[in-house]
């Protein structure tokens, strides 16, 4: 079994990457239900933390069925991300993590997110400061370096579970890539197999499908896989890489019903959380994934990127629904 600290985490397990805007309640409790493993929070601020920022502050909320969950932090402070640890630990999360791979230019700029990979120094000191100043474990998600000239990361791994942190999630990007290119898994396959590594060590970057999960696994030897992007408006993939895992059968898509059922529990959810301005208005990411494939479908995406009515989004769905409910309606 998969442990950080003392929080079991399945036996291989499978992780949802934090991410902005995206990594809410509302997404959560569907990967959640697909079989996702651990999840995070969406990535957040000390400095707002730390001033009680209305939007800061809402992100620590989490809930008994997302357990375990990581609560991720960034900033570039000292003083402000010990503070912001100690806010943390009184959320009651299973795991604190920082996050020093964020490549958006807004928080590379402060020196925080991946911006810190230009001083390992500092990041390390960073992060000791974080671990003596919390009883959670911690863990770090970062890249692999600032850009192909300054790719640390076997020397970064070593540092950091030197001061104490209990795993290490690695973006197989540096920051310079952003999200261009083919993530580079072979850097983190070498820090699996450095003896002096002890702590868990979870790829990240590019896995899309069961196939590729089960790749990854086996030619890099990490202890578990994040996912993003794929997850966005597709929560299934956890229990397709699991079902691929446990039987080597790819299971069938979701059907249509699936669908627009996740579709409808996600608005719910973010409307009830959020409230129905805001909540509708980060739901539309999320559409054109939840119909990805479905044939002449942009009539329908563009009502619902459109539509301000809750109760207009949901006969939208129903819709959906009752048109594609049969599979030669699908391309």
Not at 143 to 150: A, C
Not at 235 to 240: A, D, T
Request: proline share 5%; net charge negative; with cysteine.
């Amino acid at each position: 079994m998969v442990k950080i600290g003392d929080v079991n985490i399945g036996e291989f397990p499978l992780l949802l990457a934090p991410m902005e805007d995206v990594s809410d309640p509302p997404f959560r409790a569907l990967c959640k239900a697909q079989g996702c493993d651990m999840m995070y929070t969406e990535f957040i601020s000390v400095e707002g933390l730390i001033r009680d920022a209305d939007k800061s502050v809402q992100k620590l909320d989490i809930y008994d069925y997302e357990r375990p969950i990581g609560i991720q932090i960034f900033g570039a402070e000292h003083d402000s991300m010990m503070r912001a640890a100690e806010i943390v630990e009184e959320a009651k999360p299973e795991v604190l993590d920082i996050n020093f791979g964020c490549p958006v230019k807004k928080v590379v700029c402060k020196m925080a997110g991946a911006g810190i990979l230009q001083d390992i120094d500092r990041m390390v000191k960073l992060t000791d400061d974080v671990v003596k100043s919390t009883n959670l474990p911690v863990t770090v998600k970062t890249r692999l370096g600032w850009d192909d000239n300054t790719k640390y990361i076997e020397e970064v791994a070593e540092r950091l579970q030197d001061v104490g942190i209990k795993a290490l999630s690695i973006h197989g990007r540096t920051r310079k890539q952003m999200y261009k290119g083919e993530a580079d898994w072979s850097l983190i396959g070498k820090i699996k197999e450095n003896p002096r590594i002890h702590i868990p060590i979870f790829g990240n970057g590019d896995i899309d499908s069961p196939e590729k999960a089960k790749l990854y696994r086996e030619r890099y030897g990490v202890d578990g896989i994040m996912i993003g992007r794929a997850a966005i408006g597709y929560p299934w993939i956890f229990r397709e890489i699991k079902h691929y895992f446990a039987t080597g059968e790819l299971l069938p898509p979701p059907t249509v019903e699936e669908r627009v059922a996740a579709a409808r529990a996600h608005l719910e959810h973010s409307v009830s959380w959020k409230g129905a301005k805001l909540g509708i208005l980060e739901m539309r990411r999320h559409y054109t994934n939840y119909f990805r494939g479905f044939r002449n479908i942009k009539e329908y995406r563009k009502r619902l990127v459109t539509e301000e009515n809750p109760a207009d989004l949901y006969a939208i769905l129903d819709e959906i629904e009752a048109v594609y409910g049969n599979k030669e309606a699908l391309v």
